[in-house]
């Protein structure tokens, strides 16, 4: 069993950047790729980037294209941590952002073993 807390949401003016974390207790992360997903009011659920297990050791994917050369996934294994670093944030990042863990990079939400409860991100002026 995994538990995820995802961390680091908030109101930030656009342009602002955001690191969001997301940290896992209970079962390492090592077996694990960790995807960022958000949703959007109205809107359905978003895949964004995937890292992949320590285990498996092949690095990370970018899903959105609205989000690419804007985000960067990464991971800290001493700390059982991934986070989200999000540059130049626009109003339409607006969203509830997830993590979630999987045997293997990919952005299907029905693949997902285990989710995090999400944190707000408020992009406004």
């Known amino acids: 069993q995994v538990q995820l807390v995802e961390s680091g949401g908030g109101l930030v003016q656009p342009v602002s950047s955001l690191r969001l974390s997301c940290a896992a207790s209970?079962?390492?992360?090592?077996?694990?790729?960790i995807i960022w997903f958000r949703q959007a009011s109205g809107k359905e659920r978003e895949g964004l980037s995937c890292i992949s297990s320590r285990d498996l050791n092949e690095g990370s994917i970018d899903y959105s294209d609205s989000m690419k050369g804007r985000s960067t996934i990464s991971r800290d294994n001493a700390k059982n941590t991934v986070y989200l670093q999000m540059n130049s944030l626009k109003a339409e990042d607006t969203a509830v952002y997830y993590c979630a863990a999987a045997p293997g990079c990919t952005n299907a939400a029905g693949a997902m073993l285990y989710w995090g409860q999400g944190t707000q991100v408020t992009v406004s002026s």
């Open positions: 209970g079962r390492t992360l090592d077996f694990y790729a």
